[in-house]
């Protein structure tokens, strides 16, 4: 609750602050101002996009930087040396009464934080929007939805071409005169989501001892017989959310040891899924996983200076940025809540075999869960 001399003052272009697109839902490439007190939510911007954002930006007054600025500078007289930026938003708090700048302490820019101090303001760095942005309202829940849906198309196609895929004398996958390759694949999982305006920026098709890696994008040749770790991510252009999925496919006969990591991940992720409910403390599911795949022989190690067995967090909660809270990984605080969005994702990786990883995301209801992903995931070959 703001008191009434006290405002969230965030500075920065909605493209790469999370929170202040989450809060404004305009896309800039430029800083621009949100200025919210108890009563008011305000956004400046400078001219060039003030007519822009009178029409995209709901919710908020939106005002022209530059009457700001000159509001500011009558004010100061030109006595104080301060920055563009701090002379408009002394012009605008001024008229709103407020004192105290609650700021975001890993955004806000130092210099224009030192001259508003300058300039009788209190500074209060605090955290960032994360918990009001981790419980979904029902139109965001249908964006991730509808996302999620397209990822799930576009895992299809890369599937379909897996599938009419033959193994060559060098055991790599071709059709006809064609090797299938990682790049192949990411061209045709991207080329569907962009139809879609949804941009699969680092979408991960990796095979073989690539897969051992969690973000090895995956390049070259799809191996034959090894594991095909296929990790889409995709952000809407349209409304700005994202969804994540991930499957393992292995063309071909898979060894004993993949086969076992395979069932072994998606058992854990299963067992983890099914404890989903709002008042569970996250780490509860990090904890069910690692017991399930440790209860099937796989343990966390190190070997010679590199890491095997489950190697990472079990999920985070997935929104305007692709990891946001809550978090499920082993140490995390967090308690999951109703309308939360998350991902559940175990995985395997050994360097000499490759890794596993199976993802869904998920939002929680009421009295547990609901999968937004709806790719199959149960079986590891494809003839």
């Known amino acids: 609750m703001l008191g009434p001399q006290e405002a969230i003052v965030i500075i920065a272009s909605p493209e790469t602050n999370a929170d202040l697109f989450w809060a404004t839902r305009f896309w800039a490439p430029d800083p621009i101002i949100f200025v919210q007190t108890g009563q008011d939510k305000i956004v400046l911007v400078n001219p060039l996009e003030f007519s822009r954002a009178k029409k995209e930006i709901l919710g908020a007054r939106v005002l022209s930087e530059w009457n700001y600025y000159k509001r500011g500078n009558d004010l100061l007289k030109n006595e104080e040396s301060v920055t563009y ?196 403390p996250a780490k509860e599911t990090n904890v069910i996983a690692v017991a399930k795949l440790e209860e099937a022989g796989f343990q966390n190690k190190m070997l010679q200076g590199g890491p095997q067995g489950f190697i990472h967090g079990l999920g985070h909660g997935v929104g305007v940025e692709i990891h946001e809270k809550p978090s499920l990984n082993g140490s995390t605080q967090d308690i999951l809540e109703k309308n939360n969005i998350v991902t559940v994702e175990p995985g395997l990786y050994y360097p000499r075999v490759g890794g596993v990883r199976i993802e869904d995301t998920l939002v929680i209801t009421e009295n547990g869960y609901r999968s937004l992903t709806n790719s199959p995931k149960e079986r590891l070959e494809i003839a």
């Not at 001259?115 to 991730?144: C, H, M, W």
């Not at 006809?176 to 989501?193: F, G, N, R, Y």
């Not at 998606?266 to 409910?277: S, T, Y």
């Open 85 to 280: 930026i701090t002379i408009v938003l002394h012009g605008i708090l001024e008229e709103l009464g407020v004192k105290t700048l609650n700021v975001q302490y890993e955004h806000f820019p130092y210099s224009h934080g030192k001259d508003l101090e300058k300039l009788g303001y209190t500074i209060n760095p605090v955290a960032s929007f994360l918990y009001e942005r981790s419980i979904k309202t029902p139109q965001e829940i249908s964006y991730i939805e509808e996302i999620s849906r397209y990822t799930d198309e576009a895992i299809s196609q890369a599937v379909e071409i897996l599938k009419q895929a033959k193994i060559n004398s060098a055991g790599f996958l071709a059709l006809d005169e064609t090797i299938v390759t990682s790049e192949l694949l990411k061209q045709i999982v991207t080329a569907h989501l962009w139809k879609y305006n949804c941009l699969g920026a680092h979408t991960i098709i990796s095979s073989g001892i690539d897969s051992y890696e969690p973000h090895n994008e995956g390049h070259g040749p799809i191996k034959a017989h090894t594991p095909i770790v296929m990790d889409v991510f995709p952000r809407s252009l349209t409304n700005g959310y994202f969804t994540d999925t991930t499957r393992t496919f292995c063309k071909g006969k898979a060894n004993k040891k993949l086969s076992r990591m395979f069932r072994a991940v998606l058992d854990a992720q299963q067992a983890a899924i099914d404890i989903l409910k709002p008042g569970l």
